[in-house]
């Protein structure tokens, strides 16, 4: 398979020929596409971007490209088909795209920012919970105040004077 690479300024017409080997004697169709990252997926091109051209003594299978940017730099590969269908060839052809001017990187906050503001709208709902529930369960007296004198330390023991104060032996339960 033959390659060949073509050079193009921005915003230019970039011609790519097709690079594969043919018979002048017989008649072909052009189908173009462009490849992805990697060669294996496939862009076909429409077949308004095709130009089957007749120049004299040769034929010329090109792809015309007008307008050119750097999303239009790529592998492009052209197939050839014989009009009887027994002879298929394939070329492929590099288009560089120059001068253009690059896009400005985009800065991490800018792309992440609509994340970025959920997370500190869940952070500041959640602290904002917290303080809520400590201010509520002091009022209604839920956690005692330890640092006012004569408050009693929870959890202290419970004793009754009418009831025995011995070992008990709670029965043994599984869970399940």
């Known amino acids: 398979m033959a390659m060949r690479e073509v050079t193009v300024a921005c915003s230019q017409a970039g011609d790519l020929p097709c690079t594969a080997p043919w018979d002048p004697q017989l008649s072909y169709t052009v189908s173009w596409a462009k490849l992805s990252e ?53 070329g492929t052809v590099i288009l560089k795209v120059t001068g253009c001017p690059k896009e400005a990187a985009e800065s991490p906050f800018r792309k992440y920012r609509a994340e970025a503001v959920l997370l500190c709208s869940l952070v500041i709902f959640y602290l904002t919970l917290i303080i809520f529930t400590c201010k509520f369960a002091r009022l209604q007296s839920i956690f005692p105040d330890i640092s006012k004198p004569g408050t009693e330390q929870a959890f202290l023991p419970v004793t009754s004077p009418s009831k025995h104060s011995g070992l008990v032996t709670l029965p043994k339960t599984e869970t399940v």
Do not use: D, H, V, W
Not at 50 to 70: D, G, H, R, V
Not at 72 to 82: H, I, K, N, V
């Open 38 to 90: 990697g060669g294996k997926e496939r862009m076909e091109l429409p077949q308004s971007r095709q130009n089957s051209s007749f120049e004299a003594p040769t034929k010329s299978y090109s792809l015309t490209i007008q307008n050119t940017t750097i999303c239009s730099s790529g592998t492009y590969r052209c197939a050839l088909q014989e009009l009887g269908g027994q002879r298929n060839f394939s």
